[in-house]
């Protein structure tokens, strides 16, 4: 089964700073997927990428960056973190489109 | 934009009952992924089913695209099903996989 590993686990950040999300997959995807889940919103699309150098928007990227250096790394940037942005955000990962997706283990971040 | 509807929204069972999980999309798509989620937990793919019926153990995934449709069946329930089922259409014109709000599924013993 394809690995994909993010990190920080867990990440607490302050009103107004910088945080930075990272997502590792080994399996040579090259789609990768930033979400969060909130209860009450379910699952919600932040970017996704198609592979090195691409970056798209997904249905709620206000206030987040992504930036995807290579075919296995892909960031969710955080510029001006607000405690809104407070979440679990998951990061997947997929041979091509239209095939099957594998998340991670998610990241818990907590914005005081 | 694309809508997923997941019935029922919570689902109570004793352990041997079946449950039959609903998943309805409201736009085209190419097809359909099943998760599953422990609470606190991340997501575990149980089915790619971009069309017809699949079969894993206990659990049987049904999609029929053109009704734009999918179900999710799970036999002779257990105490360890409990939790959330989400369903998940992949639409390939936008390249994005869109979620279902899931159902809450609680197995008792």
């Known amino acids: 089964e394809a690995a994909v590993t993010q990190s920080p686990r867990n990440k607490v950040a302050v009103t107004g700073g910088k945080v930075t999300l990272s997502c590792n997959q080994t399996n040579n995807h090259n789609n990768m997927y930033w979400y969060r889940q909130d209860t009450g919103h379910g699952l919600r699309l932040i970017h996704y990428s198609y592979g090195a150098g691409s970056t798209e928007k997904g249905d709620i990227p206000d206030g987040y960056k992504a930036s995807r250096p290579s075919q296995e790394n892909f960031s969710l940037i955080l510029e001006l973190a607000t405690p809104s942005q407070t979440s679990v955000y998951f990061c997947?990962?997929?041979?091509?489109?239209?095939?099957?997706?594998?998340f991670g283990k998610g990241t818990r971040l907590t914005v005081v | 934009g694309q809508q997923v509807q997941q019935s029922p929204a919570s689902l109570v069972l004793q352990e041997g009952e079946n449950a039959e999980l609903q998943c309805n999309f409201s736009?085209?798509?190419?097809?359909m992924q099943w998760f599953y989620q422990r609470p606190g937990g991340s997501l575990v793919s149980l089915f790619y089913?971009?069309?017809g019926t699949k079969h894993s153990g206990r659990l049987t995934s049904t999609t029929v695209i053109k009704e734009r449709r999918s179900s999710l069946h799970i036999s002779s329930s257990q105490t360890t099903d409990s939790g959330t089922y989400l369903c998940a259409p992949y639409n390939t014109n936008t390249g994005k996989l869109t979620f279902g709000d899931g159902t809450v599924l609680t197995v008792k013993p």
């Open positions: 089913n971009p069309s």
């Open positions: 736009t085209s798509l190419n097809s």
């Open positions: 997947a990962s997929g041979e091509t489109a239209n095939t099957e997706v594998f």
